[in-house]
């Protein structure tokens, strides 16, 4: 009789103990908050400064999305106008290849329209190279900077991102601090790593922008060097063209017999 009473007692415990156990899992369970999303968790939660670096972002798109569209070979140096325009030079006809350069919108068109004008037809041994060499240094110059004024802005871009995270992160640093040292010692460490977490945000989505933003602010600079040193070399081809119809045959009187193929 003791046995199964002291049997019974055991089981009465037993069962009482997952009843109390599971009873508290349920009241966990209810009090623990709602599981975040992805948008709340990695965006929202950084706070208002988040608005400026999204702003940032937008920014970097439109002015990559742009130099990718104005930084393209038709819109500097197309090979149809750059045809059509040493055909002119081969043969002299320098007053035809201004009036095609200056229909056209590209800057080997508006680059040769500034500087052909320079020729002077009264140098037969290089028809005023200098200056025309010095009207495509001017138009280059004043071209460049308007070309570059956008691909600037990216590098600005790359430099307050940074800056601006690093803000973020200050102010929920500091409220963070200020939550523990308000407290009667009985803060929260994971309510507070979790407050430290949400002002890392800020220097993680700075850090974000500001990487591809260094490279595109290179990839766009270097792209732009490019295509303006062809149009330059392109240029220098269409000026030897017409030297050499012009000073062919004094070229030629030059060789010494035996070498001229």
Known sequence: MNSLTRYTSKTILATAGVM?????????????????????????????TMILIGALVL?????????????????????????????????????????????????????????????????????????????????????????????NYISLVAQVAPMMGLFGTVLGMVSAFATLASGDGSTDPGALAGDISVALLTTLWGLITAIPSVTMYFVFKNKLNNLVAECHHTAEELLNASIQTVNGEAHLAKIPEGIAV
């Open 59 to 151: 920014a970097l798109v439109a002015l990559s999305v742009f130099n990718f569209m104005n930084l393209s070979k038709n819109k500097f140096c197309p090979d149809d106008l750059k045809a059509a325009l040493m055909d002119h030079m081969a043969n002299c006809r320098i007053r035809s290849a201004i009036e095609l350069a200056a229909s056209h919108p590209s800057y080997l068109g508006r680059m040769m329209a500034y500087a052909l004008p320079n020729v002077d037809a009264r140098r037969i041994e290089d028809l005023g190279r200098d200056y025309v060499e010095d009207a495509i240094a001017d138009f280059s110059i004043n071209e460049n900077r308007k070309n570059m004024t956008l691909i």
């Open 20 to 48: 109390v156990t599971a009873t508290g899992s349920l009241f966990a369970q209810d009090a623990a908050p709602q599981s975040k999303n992805y948008l709340q968790q990695y965006v929202t939660d950084g706070g208002w």
